[in-house]
């Protein structure tokens, strides 16, 4: 059985770090993502990571503040995000992907992560 198991998420104020992990059970995917619901917002694509790690992806609202890694060996992602800003206010979702790693690629879910930006 497929899993994501989201951890790490919290209040910080802004300007401030956070990290954020994902362990995934059952299979081991070709790409890892990270979403993001705002509330009143759709869900959108945040960051991802290709099966090697070598392969990122990241939205311009995030890029140069949040990097992805994943560490194979253990099945995981993690997220880490600096300089964060109020609007990075969401349920943070973890993903996975089998074969390709466009944003509608992604069909396994976690169960989310609230990560809340204090002004």
């Known amino acids: 059985q497929v899993q994501l198991v989201e951890s790490g998420g919290g209040l910080v104020q802004a300007g401030g770090s956070l990290r954020i992990s994902c362990a995934a059970s059952?299979?081991?995917?070709?790409?890892m993502g990270w979403f993001r619901r705002a509330p009143g917002k759709e869900r959108e694509f945040v960051a991802a990571?290709?099966?090697?790690?070598?392969?990122?992806r990241y939205a311009d609202s995030v890029k140069g503040r949040f990097t992805i890694s994943r560490d194979n060996d253990k099945n995981t992602v993690s997220l880490q995000m600096d300089s964060l800003k109020p609007e990075d206010t969401a349920v943070y979702y973890c993903?996975?992907?089998?074969?390709?790693w466009g944003p509608g690629d992604f069909r396994a879910w976690g169960q989310g992560t609230q990560v809340t930006v204090s002004s």
């Open positions: 993903a996975g992907a089998l074969r390709a």
């Open positions: 059952g299979r081991t995917f070709y790409a």
């Open positions: 990571i290709n099966l090697s790690g070598v392969g990122t």
